[in-house]
């Protein structure tokens, strides 16, 4: 059949239009149908996998499966007809039909899957009836089909009955399906996973409401009507009160797609974050251009029907005697048209703030997996990479040409995930104006030239020069808001140290020299951010002169070089179309800074998700042994060499003890053996068997109740393995002091815990996780001898730990015996590796390196007694502690006229939000004065009535302005008549924990400056710490964020050194709270003499090392928050006592 016969051009809707029209039509239902089979499809690829719910069906279920079942009767008869008859027409009608009753076996099919499944209904859905409804109405307009109203006619009620359906909340509530267990899902696609957990989670409102409902944002209605009765009851909304997310934000979703593409950039030579989240997230932003893209054609029919309004009101040009009812149905269209663009740009940016949102997610995601892997020392990642790296879940150490950035600590990380991240959420809903404004932009120009004719030339001139003047500028910006980043990175760096220390920064009323210190980096900052801000003023200022400069020159054009009159009709018109450019030109600035913040963001999360990780998982190591370490040589990032010649081998279920003088490298032998000191295969490598624990010098303790931390929130299966590992620890005893037990909230890094708690409680959660090798690192510097006695014997050669293998760091004397290896390390070499017995016969090593201690007597049996009776008696005395954890509240109501001063001082005073206010001012009475001008300038009083239409349709256009406000409180409390600074420079402490600052060694040891350096020196000496500093670089070599680069042995020497510059010549006030914790025996001894030479005041000390304090006046003994002796030692030692127990347990003779 020819083209001709089959769209029968010769009467019809199509008569006369050419085959193309009628090539629509058909295509309009081949479209309808293609698109409902293509999502049904996609569809059932992902519901197919999901459980089937026994919740009733619905009245309004059955109404849409009905439609579509009549639907598919009717279509199917309109087929059938048309093959059983020779007209032309019906085999047009027939191929509608076939195709509309193919889209509705579809339709169905996919709805019975939903219902059987319980899923929510599906916006694709309810589009597509409504689609199908059009597409039958167009149908019923066609005359050629006359003869087959009957079947065209029925399918359009159908139709018009299923969205009537569709627009009906079903019912339904969403799947409450209960999940599978984890068991079950093996062999289960991820697709299919992910599916079931959807199916099990409540639904959200807005994947239910009607296709009204979601276009007016009805879901969201009654959260803000409970915002406001909350806010009359003085009340907040609680996280309770929102909606769960919907399925296509789930946290993990936005993980997998990004994580997903970004393994495939690893593959590569040079990986680009830009190409994983564009692949990632394109369909998303594709999603949302069409919608910009009607919206920017409704922008165009404003002044296309204002310039027909003006010319029917004169009574001129082509609407010359149109009747009345085309005014109106002028004035409806544009009235009609500014609402559909409301609606579409609401849209519009919802989708894309939900884009930006889960771009933000998957990259927050992302860098938080990055930041448990990345090494604790960030240096750029060396030209030649390993080769075959193993991928890794996120992100993977990957061959690469160039070097990435060094990461900045907890500073970069912490501005990554909060501010990195953050300018993906708005530069998403920008991000179609790549397209749309170029596309805005020529369809004006286009329009213009129907008005202006080739005066608009004189305009696109004026815009090409300020688009080279923007580009210049622009540039510029971009790369002082890079600087500006990094400075924010650093000072950053150091806030979060500062929080850490503050109680030490008030202690020593350091609080003078670190806000100068802060103020220096703060004002760096904002130099850099106040160039930044004055060339985006610069590009603002360009793009926003550069419509006007385009209107003034084009009108220029029109009146002087082409000697044409600028009636009303053509100047407002002209006039609403370059309001319409000024959108696109405006907005470019906003574009631009948006796309310069977001790629410097992205730079800086690139080169962080690049940056060198902790080494693969090494091979497993021989039969029976458990850990091999093998290295000609163990060199930190900085190629300063840590130990030599290393050959360790620790066979499955020994007990390693490691031994060495403070900064021997025991730390550092530890990294390498978890991987987190890389090792070049050159120089050696590592084997390792089974599953590795690992407990850190310092303890790491989480912002969660006791019993949280010890299990690490996992479900509580071994019950009798936790109470097991509380008694091995000693914490039973800690337990009956503290409020709720383990159910304690303890605090940000066991703020209300003591050291030697918050070592115990680390030590439980690496023997309940139960792996196959413990690595632990000093975990008994910080505890008593009778808890150290007590560690070793219960847990170290109890049944929790037999049969497992343990490397122990240690300068207690007690875990040596127990030992199966005791490995010494000195020189930078290992001086001694073998038994206790040939270690103590060896005369490899220095006697100082550990100070062995006698056994314990056995008469020492009775005290224990005496413990218990002294532990037990006073318990029900115990006053318990406060919770860590308290309830904030936040104050409501108005905010005082205070707060806004403050804001308005911070701002530059009176003058300069003065100045702002007139600013405003003078613009927005400049832009009325333009257009009052314009209708002068058009004809003096012959325009009033188009200047009268203008003004209407000025009226659609409504701002609004949407304040935040907070509120602040400050408390405060009355001081002493003594200054607090005068009395803290009298007091030097020592803490347990060394508090350290980011610098050089010099303004750690004296912040203020007012030390000299030969004084600097001789308190480094004094503290034989000299060498160490002097081999470093001198007294300004560098200090890393948390003292990295330093043991932490060592850092509490560099405590004690400026201790030293505090002393004071006669009176003050010397603190120690185990000032020594983490030294060797001979550098203890050698400490405790200076610090009884040097320090002419009096001293208070908390120590475990009872040797240290037998020559002290006074000795107070502590237990269960009470103090149970005091009286000298000499007293204490002369009769059984809780001291002369502790003194036995720590092998001093009585």
Known sequence: MSTVELCNLEDGLFAGQGFNDCVVHIILQAAVAGLAIVGVLVGLVIIRQLPRSRQPITLVDRMRSASCALLFLVSLAEFVVSLTTTQVVSETQGIGGACIA?????????????????????????????LATVAQVLAIYDQKISAAWAFKGAELLLCLSATAAYLVPSGRSGSTAEPPLLAEENGISMVGRWARTLSAREASPEEQVGILGWLAFTWFTPIVDLAFERDKENGKLEPTDVYPLTRKNVAQRQLERLDRQWQVELRKPQPALLSAMTRGFFAEVFSTAWVKLINDVLHFVGPFLLNRIINFVKGTGEEAGEPLWMGYAYAVGMVLSSGAQAFLMAHYFQGGYQTGMRLRTGLI???????????????????????????????????????????????????????????????????????????????????????????????????????????T?????????????????????MEVELLKIVKIIKFYAWELAIEDKVKELRNK????????????????????????????????????????????ATAFTALSLFNILSFPLGAMPMMARFFMEAAVAKDRIEAFLLSPEVAPRPGAASAGTALELKSSKLAWPDKTV??????????????????GKTGAGKSGLLYAMLGELPIAPEDGKVCLTGTVGYCAQNAWIRNATLRDNITSSAAMDHDERYEAVLDACALRSDLDVLPEGDQTAIGDRGINLSGGQKQRVALARAVYANPDI???????????????????????????????????????????????????????????????????????????????????????????????????????EVKPVKAAATQEERRSGAVSWQVYLAYVKACGGVPAVGAFLLAVAVSEGSRNFSDGWLAHWSGSGGASDGLAIYALAALICLVTGVAYSTTRVLVGQRGLNVGLHDLRETVAMIPQDPAILTGSVRFNLDPFGAKTDEELWEALEKAQLKPRVDSAGGLDSKVEEGGGNFSVGELQLLCLSRALLRRQESGGLLLLDEATSALDAETDQTIQKVIRSDFNCTIITIAHRIQTLLDYDKVAVFESGKVVEFDSPQELLKRPSKFQALAKEGGVAV
């Open 525 to 568: 900052e904002l130099a850099l951010q106040l160039r930044y801000k004055l060339w985006n003023v610069a590009l603002f200022l360009s793009f926003s002169l550069s419509p006007v400069l385009v209107a003034l020159g084009t009108f220029a054009s029109y009146t002087l070089v082409q000697k044409r009159n600028l009636d009303a």
């Open 102 to 130: 193919a889209a509705a076996v579809a339709v169905g099919f996919y709805h019975q899957q939903e219902v059987h499944r319980s899923l929510s209904e599906s916006m694709g859905l309810k589009l597509w009836w409504v």
């Open 365 to 471: 995601l992302m860098a938080y997996s990055k930041a448990l892997r990345v090494l604790p020392w960030a240096t750029p990642q060396p030209e030649e990479a390993p080769p075959e790296p193993q991928t890794r879940r996120c992100c993977k150490k990957t061959p690469k040409k160039r070097p990435t950035l060094p990461t900045g600590g907890m500073g970069q990380m912490t501005n990554i995930i909060s501010a990195d991240t953050d300018k993906f959420t708005f530069l998403m809903p920008y991000f179609n104006l790549i397209w749309s404004c170029p596309l805005q932009i020529v369809i004006c120009f286009f329009m213009l030239f129907k008005y202006v004719s080739f005066s608009l030339f004189a305009g696109v001139v004026v815009m090409i020069l300020f688009t080279i003047l923007s580009s």
């Open 642 to 659: 840590l130990l030599e010649e290393v050959d360790i081998s620790v066979k499955t279920g020994e007990l390693m003890v490691i031994l």
């Open 774 to 876: 413990y690595i632990l690192d000093d975990v008994l510097s910080a505890l008593d001898s009778h808890v150290a006695s007590h560690i070793c014997n219960k847990l170290l050669r109890g049944p929790l730990l037999a049969g497992k293998t343990v490397i122990l760091v240690t300068h207690s004397p007690k875990a040596a015996p127990l030992a199966h290896q005791v490995v010494c390390l000195e020189d930078k070499k290992v001086a001694f590796s073998g038994s206790y017995e040939e270690f103590k016969r060896s005369g490899a090593v220095s006697d100082e390196v550990v100070h062995e201690d006698p056994e314990p007597e056995p008469d020492a049996a009775p005290a224990e007694e005496e413990k218990k009776e002294v532990k037990e008696a006073p318990k029900k």
């Open 473 to 493: 500028v622009a540039g510029k910006a971009r790369k002082i808001q890079a600087e500006a980043m990094k400075a924010k990175d650093e000072r950053l760096k």
